[in-house]
């Protein structure tokens, strides 16, 4: 890979990162004004309840892209670390495979769903419910490519220290 397209690699996921980071402080910072609002002040403020729901699914499927990209998603390895290094290898080459496979299926769902909620507007912000479904989509949608690139280095690179 050359230079330019792994300083683009890497500003894109900077990118990914920082949005992340941004809609994690403001889900905080609505929560914030909207628990001090209803319980110090006595006043609701209804478009906090919908603010924090659409940052959140944003931040939450996002996450899960970089989660999958840097190996941190939540993963029970019990069997795992038993397991000779050529049936484990082979174990999270399937593990990848499904998850690109069951994200294939929610990206599809995700856009039909953005589809059918194109005219759907939010109760108290001036935006359509669609944007969720496409925050999904997008955030699955990555994660099914480093599960694929997962999958074909996994099966492509040279077994280093794997006895057979």
């Given at each position: 890979?050359t230079?330019?397209?792994?300083?683009?690699?890497?500003?894109?996921?900077?990118?990914?990162?920082?949005i992340?980071?941004?809609?994690?402080?403001?889900?905080?910072?609505?929560?914030?004004?909207?628990?001090?609002?209803r319980?110090?002040?006595s006043?609701a403020v209804p478009?906090?309840?919908?603010?924090?729901?659409?940052?959140?699914?944003?931040?939450?499927?996002?996450?899960?892209?970089?989660c999958?990209?840097?190996?941190?998603?939540?993963?029970?390895?019990?069997?795992?670390?038993?397991?000779?290094?050529?049936?484990?290898r082979?174990?999270?080459?399937?593990?990848?495979?499904?998850?690109?496979?069951i994200g294939?299926?929610?990206?599809?769902?995700?856009?039909?769903?953005a589809?059918?909620t194109?005219?759907?507007?939010?109760?108290?912000l001036?935006?359509s419910f669609a944007?969720?479904?496409?925050?999904q989509?997008?955030?699955?949608?990555m994660?099914?490519?480093?599960a694929?690139?997962?999958?074909?280095?996994?099966?492509?690179?040279?077994?280093?220290?794997?006895?057979q």
């Amino acid at each position: 890979m050359t230079d330019d397209r792994r300083q683009a690699r890497n500003r894109f996921w900077t990118s990914i990162e920082t949005i992340t980071g941004i809609l994690f402080l403001l889900t905080l910072l609505v929560m914030f004004i909207q628990v001090t609002a209803r319980y110090a002040l006595s006043v609701a403020v209804p478009w906090t309840d919908e603010a924090s729901r659409f940052s959140f699914i944003a931040m939450v499927f996002l996450g899960a892209a970089l989660c999958q990209r840097s190996g941190e998603q939540v993963r029970i390895t019990i069997l795992l670390d038993v397991l000779p290094n050529t049936l484990r290898r082979a174990l999270e080459g399937l593990s990848d495979v499904l998850t690109a496979l069951i994200g294939c299926a929610l990206v599809v769902g995700a856009i039909k769903n953005a589809i059918s909620t194109t005219s759907v507007q939010a109760a108290t912000l001036p935006m359509s419910f669609a944007w969720l479904y496409v925050m999904q989509a997008l955030g699955i949608a990555m994660l099914v490519l480093i599960a694929v690139r997962n999958v074909i280095s996994r099966f492509t690179a040279p077994s280093v220290g794997v006895t057979q």
